[in-house]
């Protein structure tokens, strides 16, 4: 695999970072995941505004410009022979001489790290087609979880609970109410509505949030952003998740508690339909 590091393309064996990158010491980095589709990038506009703002949002200097990174990330998609998969880009705070909770000089260079991950099946999911189960946790993260960083520890010790638990992923409650998933934004249908959280600090601000919500309202879909709790997701007619990597899955149980009929809701299954043509045609 070809990889891209600080502008130079090398094979992957061949790529390194200082053991003194801020990334690394203190998980002061940034990044994006941006899902490739029939060789195209979906939503990219989305996800280097979204990482100029979380550049923006810890005073780090502004990443390289949009037609920089859309020429690296075509570039990355291309050498590999991606057809369905992703690229991740992280940009770190840079390898300063030392260990310093102070930021360093903010001429410092930072590190930009992409690469690819091919995901054959991406679009035609197995688990699109049988839905995932979720057990709910506590929500241990920091309280800015609206900026992409690298700091996903609880994230995966979240994933492996709901691993040692018999489920596929966890949902995280705070005061009672659900936040998002570990690396998705999640939704459930009540009396034929679809209900997620709003934008705030305490969530991500999804890309694909933001296109599965514009896909709902041209489909004539009701929409609420509102914070729900874990009793009503228990109670929902149907359930389901959004990410760049995942686009739409549907959710069949949290804790145990089976939603519907067990199988992916009629919601969820049009809702991924859409999402998944119009990224194929280009209109996300
Ligand atoms: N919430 C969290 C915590 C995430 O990690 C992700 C995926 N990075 C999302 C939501 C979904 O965001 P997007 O649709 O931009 O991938």
Redesign the pocket.
């Known amino acids: 695999r070809t990889v891209y590091v600080n502008g130079a393309y090398l094979p992957e064996s061949e790529a390194s970072v200082s053991i003194f990158d801020r990334g690394f010491l203190m998980a002061d980095a940034i990044y994006e995941?941006t899902s490739v589709l029939d060789g195209r990038l979906v939503d990219f506009d989305a996800h280097m505004t979204r990482l100029a703002r979380s550049a923006r949002e810890l005073d780090m200097a502004p990443p390289p410009g949009r037609d920089e990174l859309l020429a690296i990330h075509r570039e990355l998609v291309r050498r590999n022979g991606i057809d369905e998969g992703l690229v991740y880009l992280q940009v770190t705070r840079g390898a300063p001489g030392d260990r310093d909770f102070a930021y360093p000089d903010p001429g410092l260079a930072p590190t930009v790290v992409l690469f690819t991950q091919a995901k054959p099946g991406l679009a035609d999911d197995p688990v699109a087609r049988r839905g995932i189960r979720v057990i709910s946790l506590d929500d241990l993260r920091w309280k800015r979880?609206d900026i992409?960083t690298v700091q996903l520890l609880y994230?995966s010790m979240a994933k492996m609970a709901a691993r040692r638990a018999g489920a596929d992923d966890a949902w995280l409650v705070e005061d009672g109410f659900v936040t998002?998933?570990?690396?998705?934004?999640v939704y459930i249908v009540s009396n034929g509505r679809i209900i997620t959280r709003p934008l705030s600090c305490e969530?991500?601000h999804?890309?694909?949030?933001r296109s599965v919500l514009r896909c709902a309202a041209e489909a004539g879909m009701a929409v609420e952003e509102r914070a729900f709790t874990l009793a009503e997701a228990k109670a929902a007619q149907e359930a389901f998740l959004?990410?760049?990597?995942a686009f739409v899955i549907p959710v069949v149980a949290v804790d145990g508690v089976v939603l519907g009929d067990g199988r992916p809701g009629p919601v969820a299954a049009r809702l991924r339909d859409i999402c998944l043509e119009e990224a194929r045609a280009g209109a996300i």
């Not at 999804?206 to 949030?209: E, K, N, S």
């Open positions: 995941v979880r992409k994230p998002e998933g570990t690396s998705n934004n969530i991500l999804g890309i694909t949030r959004t990410s760049a990597s």
